[in-house]
T-cell receptor, first 112, second 116 residues
């Protein structure tokens, strides 16, 4: 499975944008980039995913580099509720599995 | 729609005992996966079931087993508990019929197991 690299921790101020980076230099052409987050004392929750083009949803935006070797999760206005561990995960297409390989993720702290 | 539910939420067992954890997926979801989360190892994949068949297994000893019933509910069992089995056990369900890479997984709140 292709590996992802994320910073261990980041800090942000409330109501400011947050850019969470992820490197995945060994990504294959059929790997989707998924982001999940885990709030304190909860199970992980899906945030967003993409393949090649940038993606937006109600929670966040995902910017994917042209060579797909890196991506950035963008929270447009951080709130205290966004304090969580954010995981960047690669998922191959076509395999008969829903297995997720979690790395160590990025612990995001949001200051009021 | 109700989310993924896991029972019990907290459990304390002693070494050598066995334990069974239960997971009820979101209605209509046929895929259930289990994960173990510890401070030292992070989130690790245990196994995955689809339509009552185990189709993927992580790198855990045979003491860890699971099954899925015809209503998609799943149980995992850990026999001969060790102190190192203390962890948060998470269950996730997905609508996926064929494991498509774009499928979103929904996680339950987990069962916190403490082995003394």
């Amino acid at each position: 499975d292709a590996k992802t690299t994320q910073p261990n921790s980041m800090e942000s101020n409330e109501e400011e944008p947050v850019h969470l980076p992820c490197n995945h230099s060994t990504i294959s052409g059929t790997d989707y980039i998924h982001w999940y987050r885990q709030l304190p004392s909860q199970g992980p929750e899906y945030v967003i995913h993409g393949l090649t083009s940038n993606v937006n949803n109600r929670m966040a935006s995902l910017a994917i580099a042209e060579d797909r070797k890196s991506s950035t999760l963008i929270l447009h206005r951080a709130t205290l509720r966004d304090a969580a561990v954010y995981y960047c995960i690669l998922r191959g297409y076509g395999g008969a599995t829903n297995k997720l390989i979690f790395g160590t993720g990025t612990l995001l702290a949001v200051q009021p | 729609k109700a989310g993924v539910t896991q029972t019990p939420r907290y459990l304390i067992k002693t070494r050598g005992q066995q334990v069974t954890l239960s997971c009820s997926p979101i209605s209509g979801h046929r895929s259930v996966s289990w994960y173990q989360q510890t401070p030292g190892q992070g989130l690790q994949f245990l196994f995955e079931y689809f339509s009552e068949t185990q189709r993927n297994k992580g790198n855990f000893p045979g003491r860890f087993s699971g099954r899925q019933f015809s209503n998609s509910r799943s149980e995992m069992n850990v026999s001969t508990l060790e102190l190192g089995d203390s962890a948060l056990y998470l269950c996730a369900s997905s609508l996926a019929a064929s494991g498509g890479a774009s499928d979103e997984q929904y996680f339950g709140p987990g069962t916190r197991l403490t082995v003394t």
